[in-house]
């Protein structure tokens, strides 16, 4: 089992910046990528940005140019720096790592960020 933990989160203006983290724990060896999802009220969860253990990056297009993803391995932690942010990055965000060997998802118990206009 892989456990994830989030932190960080909270209340931004527009145009405002907000850090996100994810450490994972347990049977690190089952995972390789480790990433983020997110959830606004009504919607259904849809992605944002993952990483491999060797720092390749995949974004979705929404948040392309304004988010970066990065990894810290010694530490099994992930963060996500959120810059120019808009009311429409109001969501959950969960982090997510599936695991290599099964088709199991491991996920985080998710955390706000709100943005204000």
């Known amino acids: 089992q892989v456990q994830l933990v989030e932190y960080g989160g909270g209340l931004a203006q527009s145009g405002g910046s907000l850090r996100l983290s994810c450490a994972a724990s347990g049977s690190i060896d089952s995972i390789n990528t480790m990433g983020w999802y997110r959830q606004a009220p009504g919607k259904q969860r849809e992605f944002v940005a993952a990483?491999?253990?060797?720092?390749?990056?995949n974004y979705a297009d929404s948040v392309k140019g304004r988010f970066t993803l990065s990894r810290d391995n010694a530490k099994n932690t992930v963060y996500l720096q959120m810059d120019s942010l808009r009311p429409e990055d109001t969501a959950v965000y969960y982090c997510h790592a599936p695991n290599i060997g099964v088709p199991f998802d491991y996920w985080g118990q998710g955390t706000q960020v709100t943005v204000s206009s």
């Open positions: 990483i491999t253990s060797h720092g390749t990056t």
